[in-house]
């Protein structure tokens, strides 16, 4: 097989994978996304506690604002909860959404 020949077969069989763009990409690509969907868009506030006011690396990861929308693909970048198998690579999808105002 020549090189140009496997280059377009793994390319093809990674068609369809999810890709992470670099941090500069990732809200365009994600609001283009969104909007593209046409379905409702849950944003999630932080709350409370000192997440409300803390940087970046104080919150390790936890983002001040999440846009959700029903069957979104999730992974979850920190352990969570691992005694019921919520850890860090898990990867799932929205199901259930609640929290939609007029």
Known sequence: ??????????????????????????????????????????????????????????AKGLTKKLLLIYNAKVMLTRNLWTQYGLGNGTMGTIGIMFGFMD
Do not use: W, Y
């Not at 077969?9 to 990674?14: D, L, M, R, S, T």
């Open 1 to 58: 097989m020549h090189k140009e020949d496997n280059a377009l077969n793994v390319k093809a069989i990674f068609a369809d994978a999810l890709r992470c763009p670099m941090d500069g990409l990732v809200d365009q690509l994600n609001t283009t996304k969104l909007a593209a969907s046409n379905m409702p868009v849950l944003i999630a506030l932080t709350q409370g506690g000192n997440l409300k006011n803390a940087s970046d690396d104080e």
